[in-house]
Each structure stands twice: as C-alpha cells, then as structure tokens.
C-alpha cells in the first residue's frame, strides 16, 4: 500500500516563501507521477502543479507559474514544491499526489490513486 506524507505548511506573510515536501512510501513500482493540489476554504480543489518521473514534463496552473516551483528526488520518493512571492490567495490546504500510472501530468483529479492528508500555507497581507 502507498502512502504519502506532506509537510512544510505554515504560515507565512505576503512575498515570503515556504517549501512542501511530500514523501511517498509503501510498494511503489514504476516511473510514478506526482502532483501538487489546493483547496481553499470554499473552493474546489484545484490542481497546482504536476512533474512526471524525469521531470521532463512539468505544468503550473497560470496562476503560480514564475512564482513556484516542483522537483523531485527519486531516490528519496519526494516531491518538493517551492513557493516564493506567496500572495493571500495562495492560502489553503495543499495536498500532495501520486499517479501510478504513464504518461505525462494530468491537471484531473481522477489520474491520481493515492493523496496525502494536505498541510496548511497561510499567507497574511
């Protein structure tokens, strides 16, 4: 069984910046895909930002892009996301994903098997 462990929430003012981990453990087979989702407080779940096993393919919703930024270690089954130039409406519940299948990133909720239980960003003005 996979899980994931996001950490690195908190909160912080407007133009700092925080940095998300999320570590995948459990029988994870296969070049995985691994994404990054927020939820603010009365809004949908929405998709922030997704990398393939290479790091070959990468999005951004248009709303983060030049501001943050997703890596990951494979050796460490990790996925980071830094977060500069935060802005109040950045504040959320950022959940970590794993899709265990191929191909490039996805932006839909349902090519993702495995979440984590999301860790808080709130950004003051």
């Known amino acids: 069984q996979v899980q994931v462990i996001e950490s690195g929430g908190g909160l912080v003012q407007a133009g700092g910046s925080l940095r998300l981990s999320c570590a995948a453990s459990g029988r994870i087979v296969g070049h995985y895909i691994m994404g990054w989702f927020r939820q603010a407080p009365g809004k949908a779940r929405e998709f922030v930002a997704g990398i393939t096993w290479s790091g070959g393919d990468i999005d951004y919703v248009d709303s983060v892009k030049g501001r943050f930024t997703i890596d990951r270690d494979n050796a460490k089954n990790t996925v980071y996301l830094q977060m500069n130039s935060l802005k109040p409406e950045d504040t959320a519940v950022y959940y970590c994903?794993?899709?265990?299948?191929?191909?490039?990133?996805?932006?839909?909720?349902?090519?993702?098997?495995?979440w984590g239980q999301g860790t808080q960003v709130a950004v003051s003005s």
């Open positions: 994903a794993v899709d265990l299948g191929f191909g490039s990133t996805s932006r839909h909720e349902y090519r993702y098997d495995v």
